[in-house]
């Protein structure tokens, strides 16, 4: 996986039908995602693991609990 200076993944928080919090393809953390955002934030994932939790590997393979909220800059 190569690293970019802006991390991984740019997006959107949304939460699927059982409750899981992703951005693209990957699943986010579900209490850091809590305590610090909420859905819609823009987020920018600086990494991720391979998801430990078999309920949820199959829609989301890859996981990321190293994530912050985007620039929020106007774009002039």
Known sequence: MSKEKKGVH???IEQDEKGNFFCGEYLLDY???MSKFKIGDEI???????NPSDISYD???KKSSNFF????????
């Open 10 to 12: 740019t997006g959107k």
């Open 31 to 33: 209490k850091y995602t």
């Open 44 to 50: 920018n994932i600086k990494s991720v693991i391979e």
């Open 59 to 61: 829609k989301y393979p």
């Open 69 to 76: 909220l985007a620039n929020d800059k106007p774009i002039k």
